[in-house]
């Protein structure tokens, strides 16, 4: 709630906050070796499957420049952080080469990524966006990272 009040301000960008917290922070507790985490649930998405977000508190969802561009007009990107891959054993040990685990989409997807977030299930044709190949793009990008799950119909 700090970072979003502080959004905007010259002293601190939220976006980095988010990213800071979700890169030390302890991934999901799961039983078992954890392959939940680190292998996508479902089926390969596809236009007809339905799609629910997972380990929803792991995630940010950060806006900021494109870091791959070093021009002075340097669009805002969408970013998206979570903690999935982080490792238990060198959690809070120092270790300065902590990786961030995360996408990066155009702001066109906006809509789309709030309506996953917001939603506890949604079909990918449904997802605000121009063309079905951005469409299952994106749920294939979430999917891989292991940030949805998906539900064929009939299943």
């Known amino acids: 709630m700090l970072a979003d ?22 991934p999901p507790y799961c039983v078992g070796d954890g392959a939940e985490l680190s292998t996508p649930g479902g089926q390969l998405p596809r236009l007809d499957s339905t799609v629910r977000l997972q380990f929803k508190d792991h995630i940010v969802l950060t806006l900021g420049p494109d870091q791959d561009r070093s021009d002075e007009t340097r669009e805002k990107m ?4 979570h903690s999935l891959k982080n490792r238990r054993e060198t ?49 294939l990008s979430l999917w891989t990272e292991c940030l949805i799950q998906t539900h064929l119909p009939g299943c």
Do not use: C
Request: proline fraction near 1%.
């Open 5 to 26: 009040k502080l959004e905007g301000t010259k002293e601190l960008l939220s976006a980095d906050m988010k990213k800071d917290f979700i890169m030390n922070r302890l």
């Open 78 to 81: 969408i970013y998206i952080y």
């Open 91 to 139: 959690h809070m040990m120092g270790n300065e080469e902590t990786e961030s685990h995360g996408l990066r989409f155009p702001l066109s997807h906006m809509d789309a990524l709030k309506q996953i977030w917001n939603s506890t299930a949604i079909s990918v044709k449904d997802l605000k966006l121009t063309t079905d190949e951005e469409k299952e793009s994106l749920a």
